[in-house]
């Protein structure tokens, strides 16, 4: 198809995120399988597209898109229909954005700090996600209201945030699972359809 998008892809990554992102928004793509372990991802051919040598990483309309949430904010941007992101000048697309953000700048180092036991640091103040306590206390207050982070339209935030969440919970990250609010949201992502075509890989 000429208008697809090339998606290297390996269910056991953060690429999983960008499969289900792509189910939702109903985009037209083919998969090209990584395989890790068998260092697919650092041969030159790969690394001339993503030198870090990671996914996910997709190609569209000739261009390299790598970072999971900047694919993800693409995909939506790129298939407005779908109804993924609020458009510009909407004022719900501040929120969109810090939520987005907020999950690549914060989420996601203070998961791995405690995924990966780092020692916590002396000063938070002059740490960008300050700490894996106050990132989650952060996120319970932003979904209490619900039903998604942005009230009552779901979107491409929900899909990398609740991502996070939901792979955090799965490896026992502390103070998620058994919490109401987490409980719930990640129910009601693990409901949709997408989710669920993609849940296997
Ligand atoms: N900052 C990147 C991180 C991507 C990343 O670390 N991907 C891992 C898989 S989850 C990877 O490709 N690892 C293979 C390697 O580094 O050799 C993002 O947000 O997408």
Redo the contacts with the bound molecule.
């Keep these: 198809m000429a208008d697809e998008i090339v998606f290297y892809h390996?269910p056991r990554?953060?690429?999983q995120i960008v499969h289900w992102m792509l189910e939702e928004a109903g985009a037209p793509y083919r998969i090209v399988p990584i395989d890790?372990e068998k260092g697919e991802?650092?041969t030159p051919a790969f690394l001339a597209l993503n030198p870090?040598?990671?996914?996910?990483t997709i190609v569209h309309r000739g261009v390299v898109v790598?970072?999971?949430?900047a694919i993800i904010a693409y995909i939506a941007d790129t298939f407005p229909a779908a109804g993924m992101a609020p458009p510009p000048g909407d004022a719900r697309r501040g929120t969109y954005y810090r939520w987005l953000f907020f999950g690549?700048g914060c989420v996601?180092p203070a998961l791995l700090d405690r995924m990966l036991n780092r020692p916590p640091v002396e000063r938070k103040s002059a740490v960008g996600w300050g700490s894996y306590d106050d990132v989650v206390a952060t996120l319970e207050k932003a979904l209490e209201p619900g039903p998604w982070l942005l009230g009552d339209m779901f979107s491409a935030a929900d899909v990398y945030v609740g991502a996070e969440i939901r792979w955090a919970m799965m490896f026992g990250a502390p103070n998620l699972k058994g919490r109401k609010v987490f409980d719930d949201y990640v129910a009601r992502l693990s409901a949709r359809p997408a989710a669920q075509r993609t849940a296997a890989g």
């Excluded at 870090?52 to 996910?56: D, F, S, T, W």
């Excluded at 790598?66 to 949430?69: I, K, M, R």
Aim: aromatic content about 0%; charged content about 30%.
């Design positions: 390996n990554s953060r690429a890790l991802s650092k870090m040598g990671k996914l996910p790598t970072e999971t949430a690549a996601e």
